[in-house]
């Protein structure tokens, strides 16, 4: 059978850098555990617009359409702020969800033992926090029209349109249903049905899903704004989080940094399944391009490393080898391990970027 392909975008900052250690990881799955990738390589975001003046090319676009899985590092840079917005890197990211319809975004709010005295919460109200976010990634506002900015009388409006049907909230649904039923077979789902038409349909839909094909699973709803404190308050009170594009990227940057390092969130963007039952799917770390750092060899690459674990789990069936990958890290950190983000008040030297690939490998080795 012909190997698994991986289309590799590793992108601006610290994206190159954090995904060359995961393609040592890569290679250590073809070398020791039999689990060969084709992978091919290819530009996103500001490199891409430096070569061909568009964030993503047309061809590898249609690329990212034919491989098993994306792998994606980071996009933009101060270097491309003052683009016209419809040749932004980030419109390189936006295109390849649309296109790519990978209307289920998955980000896990894992806390390691190890960094719980990381958090800016106090270390019982994270310790083994275990939560994730399901977050609608291919409409609402990111997406909706109208938009733009128009002349209205004698001065301009900004226009964004928060628009949701009910097929769309019906999928996203179903896939958190599905994810909770694998965990804690808990989904709270959260919108402002109080002030937003969008939110009371949002609702409706949830809940119709729910009575009609997952009773078992417990569901809550809340108001996103309240979401945001109990997540401050209390986080391990949740299990799923259902919600949609805007409200999920404010909340999951929220959840992430419960844990401590936005340094360690993976996460795993996917649409509906293809012929081969395969969802379409794109992994991607949750931090950014981190210009602040780049090319220094301080960033952290465990959030791109475990974004190919949930690659392993959820495009290739291979579970048992995505957990050794986590356990692998866990291992790691333990042993105390630290990049410059992970560093805190216990002080001591931070390890590099490649540093942290060696331990990882070497934890891997020894798992064997
Ligand atoms: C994210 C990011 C993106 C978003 C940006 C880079 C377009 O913040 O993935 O959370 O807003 O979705
Ligand atoms: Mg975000």
Not at 78 to 87: G, I, M, Q, T
Not at 111 to 135: E, P, T, W, Y
Request: proline share 4%; charged share 25%.
């Amino acid at each position: 059978m012909a190997n698994p392909t991986l289309l590799i975008l590793a992108g601006d900052g610290i994206g190159p850098e954090v995904m060359g250690q995961v393609t040592r990881i890569i290679d250590w799955f073809g070398a020791k555990r039999d689990l060969a990738f084709d992978v091919e390589h290819d530009l996103v975001g500001g490199c891409a617009y430096d070569k061909h003046g568009t964030p993503l090319h047309d061809d590898t676009m249609k690329r990212a359409l034919e491989v098993d899985a994306v792998l994606l590092g980071a996009v933009g840079g101060p270097k491309y702020d003052n683009l016209d917005f419809s040749v932004k890197p980030e419109r390189g990211l936006l295109r390849l969800r649309k296109e790519m319809d990978l209307f289920s975004n998955l980000r896990p709010a894992q806390c390691f033992d190890a960094l719980a005295d990381f958090s800016s919460l106090k270390k019982h109200l994270i310790a083994g926090l275990d939560i994730m976010i399901v977050r609608e990634l291919t409409s609402g506002v990111y997406f909706g029209e109208p938009r733009g900015i128009f002349e209205e009388g004698n001065e301009r409006v900004g226009i964004n349109t928060q628009r949701y049907t009910e097929s769309e909230i019906d999928r996203v649904a179903r896939s958190a249903f599905e994810l909770a039923r694998r965990r804690g077979n808990k989904v709270c789902s959260m919108e402002k049905a109080n002030v937003m038409e969008s939110g009371i349909l949002w609702r409706e839909v949830v809940q119709r899903v729910h009575d009609t094909d997952y009773p078992d699973v417990e569901l809550s709803h809340m108001y996103a704004d309240n979401g945001a404190m109990q997540l401050v308050r209390a986080p391990k009170q949740f299990d799923v989080i259902l919600t949609d594009n805007l409200f999920g990227d404010i909340l999951s940057d929220c959840a992430a940094m419960l844990t401590g390092s936005l340094g360690m969130l993976p996460s795993a963007s996917l649409g509906a399944p293809n012929a081969d039952g395969r969802p379409k799917a794109l992994y991607e770390p949750v931090h950014g391009s981190a210009p602040d750092i780049t090319g220094q060899g301080k960033a952290n690459p465990i959030a791109c490393i475990l974004s190919f674990a949930m690659a392993l789990r959820y495009s290739f069936d291979q579970g048992e080898e995505a957990t050794r990958l986590e356990k692998a890290i866990e291992t790691v950190l333990a042993n105390g391990a630290r990049t410059a983000d992970l560093m805190g008040e216990e002080g001591g030297t931070p390890i590099s970027t490649s540093q942290m690939g060696d331990a990882i490998l070497e934890a891997l080795d020894a798992s064997l």
